[in-house]
């Protein structure tokens, strides 16, 4: 079946450090791929979006590219915020039956 | 704008108890998920319905019943509680390009 594999975290970082969070996935056919973000004491908000392979997904300075070829879609910034503090979730949808699954999540904290 | 929404809030269960969770979206959205989300889990998929009338497991459906009553709501059964169950519960609808929608949660606890 299909899965999605997201870096563990805690991830820590200073402000304005670059940040990445990998996902990986398996599927079969052709998913759509999301990034999710839960700020403390939140529910999950869309982050961003990527339908086909070779698109590119942007949202508050994060941006996520689906790579089909090595069945990818990393989260980057290039210079994180305090704010940015949450935990961020990638996910799957299987466009054949509507079914969507969730990375274990990874925790983002940025340090002033 | 009420988007999804999903009660109780909070419910404390023994164990052996049953209780539904009940879920309603106003977004006109065919696609409707129940997950629970745990400490290190991230975000599991128990149930989903495609449409209005069907119903599909997830991953973890063992211990819950689904009902989706009408293109609204969408339920979640817990027949007889266990410990394990312990979790907050999130439903959620997606639009057509499956951006999904998420209610507040419920916080449940099983003692």
């Known amino acids: 079946g299909n899965s999605v594999t997201q870096m563990e975290g805690p991830v820590t970082l200073s402000e304005e450090a670059f940040l990445t969070i990998n996902c990986t996935y398996t599927a079969t056919g052709y998913p759509s791929l999301f990034w999710y973000v839960q700020y403390p004491g939140e529910g999950l908000q869309l982050l961003l979006k990527a339908t086909k392979a070779d698109d590119k997904g942007s949202n508050k300075g994060f941006e996520a590219t689906y790579r089909k070829e090595t069945t990818s879609f990393h989260l980057e910034k290039g210079s994180v915020q305090v704010s940015d503090s949450a935990v961020y979730f990638c996910a799957l949808s299987d466009r054949r039956d509507d079914k969507i699954i969730f990375g274990k999540g990874t925790r983002l904290h940025i340090l002033p | 704008n009420a988007g999804v929404t999903q009660t109780p809030k909070f419910q404390v269960l023994k164990t052996g108890q049953s209780m539904t969770l009940q879920c309603a979206q106003d977004m006109n959205h065919n696609s409707m998920y129940w997950y629970r989300q745990d400490p290190g889990m991230g975000l599991r998929l128990i149930y989903y319905?495609?449409?209005?009338?069907?119903?599909d497991k997830g991953e973890v459906p063992n211990g819950y019943n689904v009902s989706r009553l009408n293109k609204r709501e969408f339920s979640l059964r817990l027949e007889s509680a266990a410990p394990s169950q312990t979790s907050v519960y999130f439903c959620a609808s997606a639009d057509r390009g499956n951006t999904i929608y998420f209610g507040e949660g419920s916080w449940l606890t099983v003692v």
């Open positions: 319905s495609a449409s209005e009338g069907t119903t």
